[in-house]
């Protein structure tokens, strides 16, 4: 007997149908699993059987034929286990197959007939809340899929309960409903709790006045930062705080990294995510594939799991120079496609990129009492494996240098990251007035150049000085708008509607402190 429930098949952050076919005829015992599915996949035939068998089902002595349709899309993962049982039960008749019509069911089996957590469940959830269809999913994705607005959630805890389910209500009342019915997407999300007052906060860090104004303009307007100093200066103390100024996500923002978080298996079973902007922060020795995604799958890498948050780099020279260059694409583009022989799979990566560094192999090329021992041409090469091309996109560099033992050791308190997010949350909200008329940029960072020159208000003392200082550093077409954006953001956390020639000359400081810093 044939039967049939659909499914559906995580591609990138998106969901696409899938009909899972269950044909069991008779002849000799065995499984057949068929329609490009992976070693994941065809491993489900073990665990369905001992699923049914210990859920105290019968395991059909026949021959077993599952077919994952359309047969030209390549099936991942787990989730595949719980529909492959449901359409197993009704083709051997325990379950009525007119059950199964409007259902779209998900999840893995363990050997007791326990549905487990899976990865992707957000994603299937939109693809469930489009269709009207009544999605099936383990218990613990609940939360996360309840984001996406679906209309009829069923939560999954067994087997057994899922099938008592089905028999008593069908498809009219599922298992599980979110509350208060139907939900969309924007009250998914607003049911989130704001964010928390950070764990970690900029009134713990001494001194580096100059290095917290920059992460400031960095977080109203969304800017690329590179900071230079010895090490034990608070470069990865002050990047670590830089996500407790930045605005929270709104509800856009969340559903596109609960999205990219959930494929790539970050989300805890039962969590409730967080308002609060991401941070990744990979290990030096981080591979190609770590950094932007690929492998098995391919999964997302470090630079989409930090979409609409922070990626910190520490020790970025160590970092092999082609593994640096291969963000270029995603800070322009905002996206990373992944390209195999047979598909090509495209994550969103608009993130932050705070990178820090010593300025020699010993670390102390700046420190200023001699301890350096690297030569010219050793810290020259050192450098070097921040290519041109890469610097240019970063449009704040910062020297970091070392606080003084009185200023450590002062009872004052520094400004807290609270007072500092109101100013950056007031500075984003007039970048999202401003550019209401574009549609899809959010801020100054991502503002087109030769629009932002047009229309963003420079005066013309901004604007000359902004053109003879570009062309006496010989800054290139793509640093010229960069320090333009810079300047915008300078004059937005000032509340004015112009841009000055000091906001410039601020802008074009921080553009100005290279990596070629002298010892």
Request: proline share 6%.
């Amino acid at each position: 007997m044939l039967a049939a429930v659909r499914s559906a098949a995580v591609f990138g952050i998106d969901a696409l149908d899938v009909t899972v076919e269950v044909d069991v005829v008779p002849g000799l015992p065995s499984w057949t699993i068929v329609g490009l599915a992976s070693s994941a996949v065809r491993e489900a035939r073990e665990r369905v059987a001992s699923a049914l068998a210990n859920a105290g089902f019968e395991v059909p002595s026949r021959r077993v034929t599952v077919n994952l349709s359309p047969a030209d899309i390549r099936k991942d993962g787990t989730s595949f286990d719980l529909p492959i049982a449901l359409a197993l039960l009704a083709a051997t008749g325990v379950l009525d197959a007119a059950h199964l019509d409007g259902v779209v069911a998900a999840g893995e089996l363990g050997l007791d007939g326990a549905v487990r957590p899976i990865r992707g469940a957000l994603s299937l959830a939109r693809a469930a809340a489009r269709s009207g269809a009544c999605l099936v999913i383990p218990e613990a994705n609940i939360p996360e899929a309840s984001l996406a607005g679906a209309r009829r959630l069923a939560g999954a805890v067994t087997l057994a309960q899922v099938v008592v389910g089905l028999r008593t209500h069908g498809v009219n009342l599922p298992l599980h409903v979110a509350p208060d019915g139907a939900r969309g997407e924007s009250d998914g999300a607003r049911d989130v709790a704001d964010m928390a007052c950070p764990a970690v906060d900029f009134a713990d860090v001494a001194g580096q006045a100059a290095a917290k104004r920059a992460l400031e303009v960095a977080a109203a307007g969304g800017h690329n930062v590179f900071m230079l100093g010895p090490p034990g200066t608070g470069k990865t103390m002050l990047a670590r705080r830089l996500p407790g100024i930045l605005p929270p996500l709104t509800a856009d923002e969340l559903l596109e990294v609960v999205a990219v978080h959930s494929v790539g298996g970050l989300i805890a079973p039962g969590a409730i995510p967080s308002r609060t902007p991401p941070f990744r922060a990979p290990h030096h020795t981080t591979s190609l594939a770590g950094l932007i995604g690929g492998g098995p799958g391919p999964r997302p890498g470090e630079v989409s799991l930090a979409h609409r948050g922070v990626l910190f780099l520490d020790e970025r020279f160590e970092l092999p120079r082609h593994v640096l260059d291969a963000m270029r694409q995603p800070l322009e583009d905002g996206r990373v496609v992944i390209a195999r022989a047979t598909h090509a799979v495209a994550y969103p990566a608009r993130f932050q990129l705070v990178a820090a560094a010593n300025p020699c192999k010993c670390g102390h090329a700046m420190s200023g009492d001699g301890r350096c021992q690297c030569s010219a041409a050793d810290i020259e090469r050192y450098r070097a494996r921040l290519s041109g091309p890469l610097a240019d996109r970063i449009d704040l560099h910062i020297h970091v240098g070392a606080v003084e033992a009185a200023t450590l050791g002062a009872a004052r308190a520094a400004e807290a990251s609270s007072v500092i997010r109101d100013r950056v949350v007031a500075a984003r909200a007039r970048q999202r007035d401003r550019y209401e008329v574009l549609g899809g940029v959010r801020s100054n960072a991502d503002a087109p150049g030769r629009w932002l020159m047009a229309h963003g208000g420079f005066t013309v003392e901004a604007r000359e000085m902004l053109q003879a200082a570009c062309a006496r550093l010989g800054v290139s077409a793509r640093g010229f708008h960069r320090a333009a954006r810079v300047a915008r953001t300078i004059a937005d956390l000032a509340c004015e509607r112009e841009v000055s020639g000091a906001a410039v000359g601020e802008a074009l400081a921080y553009r100005a402190m290279t990596t070629s810093a002298g010892r």
